[in-house]
């Protein structure tokens, strides 16, 4: 039996339960796991090297390798120095939660500062990412939806709560993260960014792509306005399956589940989905997101995906689990 070639888009800690879920189904499939991932980040750490030294945003891609690395002893070492944070040091040098003022360091990821050197150091981010994800014994490989950081635009309305009419436009992918206005219209800096060609690649070789969970404009949207990404998505012959989130976020506060699939439509009209998978409990009203499945091609699978604690998180074995019979059938 052949691998299945897998690819799942999106960014930070959406992208990074996907494939950990996906970690989980190994032992059943055999996977070929691939991510692609946004590089629209400006807050933070990646965002502070985004703007002192230029190039792509480190922090969705150390995330997404460090959900890939392998299970040995010196690995698993190896992936909590990645997310290993420095805190601030004070006055009198030691390490604090607060301040910082001046401390270079602060704040920042080690896995954040070894893949910008190793940007800078090998001059190709796809060749500094399969080298962190050889130093990491990942199990998959990550790649950036594209060479070039891009940056993320929305008009928004009600971005002032003091004035709800007006629609204002949002700059930055953290401006846009944390407003709690409506977004009305997205769209990516520069227009149409070179899609990486190697995440091209692996979509048109792809049996499966996956979409979510995220943050829906900022995680999961950005990679269908890279017109050579969509075009691989919509021409390739994988099946398609969405993941939806279990609570709207500050982004998308004001829209249901069945809003979600239906941006998908709008700002790819093209898309056609397999599955979507819900949360049985989060889904709301199943009908109305059957529905808005249905519109995409897609029939609605529900399963306990959320961890058991009730705090709107996926747990990855949970969404294994379910992932399993979705991604076998048919093999």
């Not at 190896?78 to 805190?87: P, S």
């Not at 599955?275 to 306990?304: I, Q």
Request: glycine letters at 12%; a neutral charge.
């Amino acid at each position: 039996m052949t691998r299945a070639r897998v690819v799942a888009f999106g960014g930070g800690h959406g992208l990074s339960a996907s494939l950990r879920a996906l970690r989980h189904c190994v032992p059943e499939l055999d996977l070929d796991i691939t991510a692609v991932v946004t590089v629209g980040d400006d807050g933070g750490s990646s965002g502070r090297l985004r703007a002192e030294r230029g190039g792509l945003p480190p922090g969705d891609l150390r995330q997404a390798l460090v959900a890939l690395a392998g299970d040995h002893p010196a690995t698993r070492r190896t992936a909590g120095l990645f997310q290993h944070r420095f805190a601030a040091v004070t006055a009198a040098g030691l390490a604090g939660a607060g301040g910082g003022a001046g401390d270079p360091l602060a704040g920042h990821a080690v896995g954040n500062l070894v893949l910008h050197g190793l940007m800078e150091l090998l001059g190709d981010p796809v060749a500094a990412l399969d080298h962190a994800g050889a130093m990491l014994g990942a199990v998959g490989r990550v790649l950036p939806m594209s060479r070039q950081p891009v940056g993320i635009e929305a008009r928004v309305r009600g971005a002032d709560p003091d004035r709800p009419d007006e629609v204002r436009t949002l700059r930055g992918q953290h401006q846009v993260a944390v407003t709690t206005g409506r977004v009305e219209a997205l769209r990516l800096t520069p227009a149409a960014p070179a899609a990486c060609l190697e995440a091209v690649a692996a979509v048109r070789q792809a049996d499966w792509l996956i979409f979510g969970p995220g943050s829906w404009y900022t995680s999961v949207l950005p990679h269908l306005l890279v017109p050579g990404l969509a075009d691989a998505i919509i021409s390739s012959p994988a099946r398609r399956l969405v993941t939806l989130n279990l609570v709207a976020e500050k982004e998308t506060l004001g829209l249901s589940l069945a809003d979600h699939l239906d941006t998908l439509r709008r700002y790819l009209p093209e898309l056609k989905v397999d599955m979507v998978l819900a949360d049985s409990t989060a889904v709301g009203d199943p009908v109305a997101v059957e529905r808005a499945a249905e519109s995409l091609g897609a029939r609605l699978v529900l399963a306990p995906v959320a961890v058991i604690d009730g705090a709107p998180r996926h747990d990855p074995a949970a969404l294994g689990a379910a992932l399993v019979p979705v991604l076998g059938a048919d093999r």
